[in-house]
């Protein structure tokens, strides 16, 4: 006799970008130089001085439950963190702390959406977003870009959405992008915000990757255009990228209290408060940082130019520069429509590059946007060179 799983689970796949790194990790491990260019994390440690607060604590054993929301001292630090790299005014209660900016984009997908609610999800996105609107019960509204315009949502494409949807409460919005590496401009989000307040559209804000940007560019936060867009905005961040803390697990939600409060009120019975450590070394990581951030954004600015240089050098493969996070994007539809080794998609030229030149990069299918590959650049220099020059003699070799 079996168990029948239920229908909601039944539309949840194997997250791609966990399969493929263990699937590497599975071949490194049998012998074989692997370049693994499918990790979302930095390769960076966490910094020394988080690390002596984490000690800190568990020296004075503040190993208990705390507070579903978080502790007050780390909320006031999120709150002063806001005020001062976004411009945004929040209180306390205004903050809801998770194990993780995943659980807390769904703990407000929960707190916002009823069953059929409709959410809005731009083409490509982050692998996770569409599991998380079906697991609360909504339904995800795909919106297509383009590579002319990064990748961005543009004005015309999200008002033609908004008109053919009906039911559609929230937009997810992700910048910098995983995973193309896009940022939007303060003119590109103002006209976004717009038609969202026209509408009434509520905006999760994917900010994770705020503090990887290159080129002089500032992140800017949507909720910062206007207080109408504020009060339709939750603000999504947390401390694993920007502060390679990947695996202490803590993400915060800022918004509109009746939301916060909602979404906590889901968290209480789902994963109840994040591990009391990671929270103190939080506290100690958004007021008092030392150069180690800024030195880690510099590394992964000056990877980025250098994969990017040598993938522009590749005949018939397209891509444009990103601006953040440490992903890139290209377009290698050429390739596909032009090989007689029978690689029609982009899952089997990722099998393929992978058995043959063991360097493992995320087919763009799992990000909805079949023809495109991503490789993070969060990598030493050396596997950025020879995995470059890997693939480059792998499109070489399919070439017509």
Known sequence: MSIKLSNRIRQVKPSPTLTLSNKAKEMKDAGHDVINFGVGEPDFNTPEYIKKSAQKALESNFTRYTANAGIIELRK??????????????????????????????????????????????????????????????????????????????????????KENPNVKVLILNSPSNPTGAVYSEAELARIAEICIEHQIVVISDEIYERLVYDGKKHISIASHSQEMKNLTVVINGVSKAYAMTGWRLGYAAGPAEVIAAAGRYQEHATSCVN???????????????????????????????????????????CFQPEGAFYIFPDLSWYLENNNAGIRTTDDFCTALLAKYYVAIVSGSSFGEEGTVRFSYANSMQNLVSGAERFARFLSELRV
């Open 276 to 318: 009391s450590i990671t929270q103190k070394a939080c506290v100690t990581a958004l007021l008092e940082e030392d150069d180690s951030i800024e030195n880690m954004r510099v590394e992964f600015e000056n990877r980025r130019n250098f994969l990017f240089g040598e993938l522009s050098r590749i005949p018939h493969l397209s």
């Open 77 to 162: 630090a999120v709150c002063e963190k806001l005020k001062r790299d976004n411009g945004l005014e929040y209180e306390p209660k205004n903050i809801l702390v998770s194990p993780g900016a995943k659980a807390s984009i769904l703990n407000v997908l929960f707190a916002l959406c009823d069953i059929l609610d409709q959410v809005l999800v731009p083409l490509p996105y982050w692998v996770s977003y569409p599991y998380q609107v079906m697991l609360a019960g909504a339904v995800p509204v795909y919106v297509k870009t383009r590579i002319e315009d990064c990748y961005k949502l543009q004005p015309e494409t999200l008002r033609a959405s908004i």
